[in-house]
């Protein structure tokens, strides 16, 4: 049972364009949300989270949405820029944000085109 | 964020094998854990390392296949034991830096096993 989904495995977009990657989950203990970013041959880093008492939160290009009633959260990259190019994976917890165990998505790899 | 060296980054392996995979963490962490990410899959957690107590595996995996060792509070290992095809992968650590930094990874050690 999936419960952290990424429905999408890839996206492409056009550099300067805005690009949006999706996260359903399934279990509404979940509270705590994280984003991260992988490139080849390296391991995954951390970009932005949000908990569930916020419906937004934003770090410079990276703005995080999340929707509690429809259990989906989203990424949103403006302007995306080649070197955003990645695998994208959300991650989500229950218990308090400082809990460690994470459920992560299956990832979405992110082309963008100069 | 912490820094993590991650090693090897690749083997081949003979089926029947066992295989080490340590850690290096450039900072003090009381939480570490592995991952593996079968191709396609996300990434699914093997076990967590707390330095001093016994690894806590999750559901599927097992001590006699995954024996993991956490001496101090900067370095861990995973052993992937018997090995055979199925255990091809990439595993995965990371340690929990807390704050807005969640997660920090290692690059991973991508194993193919023969």
């Known amino acids: 049972d999936q419960q952290v989904k990424q429905n999408s495995p890839s996206l492409s977009v056009q550099e300067g364009r805005i690009s949006i990657l999706n996260c359903d989950y399934t279990?509404?203990?979940?509270?705590?949300f994280l984003w991260y970013k992988k490139y080849p041959a390296e391991g995954p880093t951390f970009l932005i989270s949000i908990s569930s008492i916020k419906d937004k939160n934003e770090d410079g290009r990276f703005t995080v949405f999340l929707n509690k009633s429809a259990k989906h959260l989203s990424l949103h990259i403006v302007p995306s820029q080649p070197g955003d190019s990645a695998v994208y994976f959300c991650a989500a917890s229950a218990g308090t944000s400082g809990t460690y165990k994470y459920i992560f998505g299956t990832g979405t790899r992110l082309k963008v085109l100069a | 964020s912490a820094v993590i060296s991650q090693k090897p980054s690749r083997d081949i392996c003979q089926r029947g094998t066992s295989l080490t995979i340590q850690c290096q963490v450039d900072s003090q962490v009381t939480m570490m854990f592995w991952y593996r990410q079968q191709p396609g899959q996300s990434l699914t957690l093997i076990a967590t390392?707390?330095?001093?107590?016994?690894?806590?595996?999750e559901s599927g995996f097992v001590i006699d296949k995954f024996p993991i060792s956490r001496p101090n509070l900067t370095f861990s290992t995973l052993t992937v034991s018997n090995m055979s095809p199925e255990d091809s992968s990439i595993y995965l650590c990371s340690a929990w830096t807390g704050g807005n930094y969640g997660y920090t990874f290692g690059s991973g050690t991508r194993l193919t096993v023969v």
């Open positions: 390392a707390n330095q001093g107590s016994e690894a806590t595996y």
């Open positions: 279990n509404s203990m979940f509270d705590y």
